[in-house]
């Protein structure tokens, strides 16, 4: 295949049942349900880690956070590094040393001191993890086009224990669409793949073009016609918002305060559900033009397609907004959509796989060697369905590090069972057949015991041969089984684990 071009694109904080092409029958995202129709659909697409700085650093580097290291958001940073380390590996350098353009238009968050510029990257440098409306170019753009500056009101938010307001969760903007942080957004990425286009008919360039949307992670902020848009009485509340807590880590219960939930009727839940919606909508609207664009330049035979997100979001299920210290499925699974050209249409894949997985694909895609990429895999024997008996592994690992305080967790998913090791606390074992929406913490349960064990096993060996040290501190507290090296690590008594263990 001669090189593609590449249109990757990416939201933040994004559920998976907010797409029609996940189920979600009230919807409104058009768009993306056709790139699905005309594309793979994976269903069982998961991050590597819920939350923004480390998830973004493992799609440049195809390495798990544990590897890369940059393992939290500067602006909540609690003495992790800041930055990737000097000659780390990235696919927009390897791109770029093959001869392709490179641009990524919107959030970066990927470090303080290093830009996306820096990494290869053609665009403006949109720093932070919310629209900057206040950037110069965005400042430039409703100038040029004689466009109201920013304004909110209608502000929804909880309430502090102290009295004070809690964190601004969704507003009502006083701006039209085309004004939008996301409007700016997508017209700055089609200007760019107009340049694009033109360099590849004079010089037969590829382009990888990445339109990274701020959206629809909180607060949401839209126009009328968008935070208007859906009915609160007409959205469902998610299950989950049963939650008590009950045989759960106490640090859940935190941060449903941290959020505020209780301070909030539930008719306040649902309308924040309804708004979140509504800005799944206006993106998936943004990207309707920016796939109109490829296909005007006649680019839509020569470009793959992927959509994705970082991580997911909570927008009330278990009681908790954002992301944080819970490894549920609203936050770890997401959506994941790829088409190349000449692949087959309306393919749904059920393999585990991951945003990591991103990062070899586009390799692949563009002829480059994705060794340095060393956890990541290619899709494409999926999305071609060159393989159909493609050996992928029945389980998927993901690991968190904290947020506002360190709090290392590791998980393990299977078909049906999830384990979530909590090393200051109660671990998780949830059963999602019986229970889809993880109320019910199993781990304690007897009749689950041989499972328990099966899982912490399996999560051992994976951590262990990956070289994640977490697998130490399972040895120690956990019966993990035999093992064949001294979990002490004293380098005394090597003699005692020789005639042990696999």
């Not at 793979?40 to 998961?46: C, L, N, S």
């Not at 219960?253 to 909030?264: Q, V």
């Not at 899709?379 to 389980?395: C, N, Q």
Request: proline share 8%; hydrophobic share 35%; aromatic share 10%.
């Amino acid at each position: 295949m001669k090189q593609p071009n590449i249109l990757f694109l990416m939201t933040d904080q994004h559920r998976a049942d907010t797409l029609g092409a996940y189920g979600n029958t009230r919807g409104v995202t058009p768009h993306l349900d056709e790139l699905a129709r005309t594309g793979t659909r994976f269903d069982r697409w998961y991050t590597p880690t819920a939350i923004c700085t480390p998830a973004r650093a493992s799609l440049l580097t195809g390495k798990a956070p544990f590897r890369h290291k940059l393992l939290a958001n500067y602006e909540r940073n609690v003495g992790y590094i800041e930055d990737l380390p000097a000659g780390e590996f990235t696919f927009s350098e390897a791109l770029r040393d093959n001869g392709y353009n490179c641009g990524l238009i919107g959030k970066w968050h990927v470090g303080t001191a290093k830009t996306a510029g820096d990494f290869g990257f053609d665009g403006p440098d949109l720093p932070g993890w919310h629209n900057p409306v206040d950037h110069p170019d965005y400042l430039a753009y409703l100038a040029d086009n004689e466009l109201p500056p920013y304004e909110i009101s209608d502000r929804i938010r909880g309430t502090l224990p102290n009295g004070g307001p809690g964190n601004l969760l969704a507003a009502r903007l006083h701006q039209p669409v085309e004004a939008t942080f996301e409007h700016y957004l997508a017209s700055r990425a089609i200007e760019t793949m107009e340049r694009y286009a033109a360099d590849a008919r004079e010089r037969d360039t590829p382009f990888f073009l990445a339109l990274h949307f701020f959206g629809p992670h909180l607060p949401y902020i839209l126009p009328d016609e968008y935070f208007d848009l859906f009915d609160p009485a007409d959205v469902p509340l998610p299950p989950s918002v049963a939650e008590t807590f009950h045989g759960k880590p106490p640090v859940q219960r935190n941060y449903s305060a941290h959020w505020t939930f209780d301070t909030m009727p539930i008719e306040t839940t649902r309308k924040l559900i309804a708004v979140y919606w509504g800005y799944v909508a206006l993106i998936d609207h943004e990207i309707g033009r920016v796939l109109a664009a490829m296909r005007r330049l006649g680019l839509a035979d020569e470009t793959a397609v992927m959509f994705t997100c970082d991580h997911g979001e909570f927008t009330g299920a278990h009681r908790l907004h954002d992301k944080g210290p819970a490894m549920y499925e609203d936050i770890y699974r997401t959506p994941g959509i790829v088409r190349v050209p000449g692949g087959p249409e309306g393919a749904v894949r059920s393999e585990f796989v991951s945003l990591l997985d991103c990062t070899a694909t586009i390799l692949e895609l563009a002829g480059v060697d994705p060794g340095p990429a060393v956890d990541s895999r290619s899709l494409l024997p999926l999305v071609t369905g060159a393989d159909e008996a493609a050996d992928w592994d029945d389980d998927i690992v993901c690991e968190f590090h904290g947020h506002h305080f360190p709090y290392p967790q590791r998980m393990l998913r299977t078909d049906r069972y999830k384990l979530v090791v909590n090393p200051d606390s109660v671990n998780e074992l949830y059963d999602l057949e019986a229970d889809p929406d993880e109320l019910i913490n199993r781990y304690c349960h007897p009749e689950l015991a041989p499972v328990r064990t099966r899982l912490l096993r399996r999560l051992y060996e994976v951590l262990r041969r990956r070289g994640d040290n977490f697998y130490h501190w399972m040895t120690s507290m956990y019966d993990v089984g035999d093992v064949a090296h001294d979990p002490t690590m004293s380098g005394l008594d090597e003699a005692s684990y020789q005639n042990t263990g696999p």
